[in-house]
């Protein structure tokens, strides 16, 4: 599934994502958050501030389809927050919740 960002208009191709790539508004809103409400983080390549892109499920190891939902209690399943840089296209990643984008 994919979403339009309502204020940049960019097509965003997962719908896991709840901000754009682009200009940093989340799923839904008309504006994007203000530089103030962003985390202070700066790419480790070219000194360019990193976006926030989204949280993402990762799943390790083998998918249990025979099992069903039981064979998943057997896998290490872990959310992390995804920020990238516009500039070189390096991406980092974080626990989700470590770094308060409230602020």
């Known amino acids: 599934m994919s979403w339009q960002c309502q204020h940049c208009k960019t097509s965003i191709e997962d719908d896991d994502f709840e901000v754009c790539w682009n200009c940093n508004s989340e799923k839904g809103a008309a ?49 992390l927050d995804m920020y990238g ?9 974080f626990m989700t919740g470590f770094i308060d984008r409230a602020e």
């Open 85 to 93: 840089c516009k500039s070189c296209g390096k991406l980092e990643f």
């Open 31 to 79: 504006e994007p958050a203000s530089i103030a409400q962003a985390p202070a983080l700066y790419c480790l390549r070219c000194n360019t501030q990193l976006s926030f892109i989204g949280t993402k499920n990762f799943h390790e190891g083998t998918r249990w389809g025979v099992l069903g939902d039981i064979g998943e209690f057997f896998v290490n399943k872990e959310n």
